[in-house]
């Protein structure tokens, strides 16, 4: 039988959470980094929440300065409102979130963002074990952490991404994209290979989405 052509195609990563394990073991899981952070985060007194309507109001700005520091241009607010919010709060006020899409037996991480003042506080800890809770509390059996950066080095900040999404225990799954474009996958491999093009290309992103 003869096989369809898929085009050309690119190697890409995510890392996948079991959460068919109990949650026991998923704590017992991620490394001490992480249960440290959360721990702390809880000890602060910060809260991790389903977000209401009005929380996506107070919510993007901090996503979308989130994205300007990483020269990366932000979606739309209504392009956001599509997956499901979860927001960290510290005193009733919002200092981080992050949003989800639900598939099936699958959440996948969709954008975070915190406010830098408050990092030492653990937030994204505590959103990343929410998440855990929230997944296996719903009957969902992967937690998709929304992408690994394959080659990355030290010193690159998609390196430090890598190195938190690691201290969740799960495990890195490779996939492939496939497209008809050979340009396109071409693109994807230099970006990959070649940092500096990565940081050309964002930055021209802004520039677009500025004019």
């Not at 932000?74 to 956001?80: N, R, S």
């Not at 949003?99 to 959103?127: G, M």
Request: charged share 30%.
């Amino acid at each position: 039988m003869k096989m369809a052509w898929k085009g050309f195609k690119d190697i890409q990563a995510t890392i996948e959470i079991d959460l068919t394990k109990t949650l026991e073991e998923l704590w017992k899981g991620l490394d001490k980094d992480a249960r440290w952070g959360v721990n702390k985060a809880k000890k602060e007194g910060l809260i991790m929440q389903e977000a209401k309507e009005e929380d996506w109001q107070k919510f993007y700005p901090i996503y979308a300065d989130t994205c300007k520091r990483g020269i990366i241009p932000p979606l739309p607010l209504e392009e956001t409102k599509k997956s499901k919010l979860f927001v960290c709060k510290k005193d009733a006020n919002i200092i981080a979130g992050a949003a989800v899409k639900q598939k099936d037996e699958k959440i996948e991480l969709f954008l975070n963002a915190s406010l830098p003042k408050f990092l030492n506080l653990q937030p994204n800890n505590l959103i990343y074990w929410g998440l855990i809770e929230y997944g296996k509390n719903n009957n969902f059996k992967v937690l998709d952490l929304g992408g690994y950066q394959l080659k990355a080095k030290p010193g690159n900040k998609l390196y430090e991404v890598n190195r938190f999404k690691e201290r969740w225990g799960g495990r890195i799954v490779t996939y492939h994209i496939h497209s008809k474009n050979p340009l396109y996958i071409l693109g994807r491999k230099i970006i990959r290979n070649f940092p500096v093009a990565k940081k050309i290309r964002d930055k021209m992103r802004m520039i677009k989405s500025a004019t």
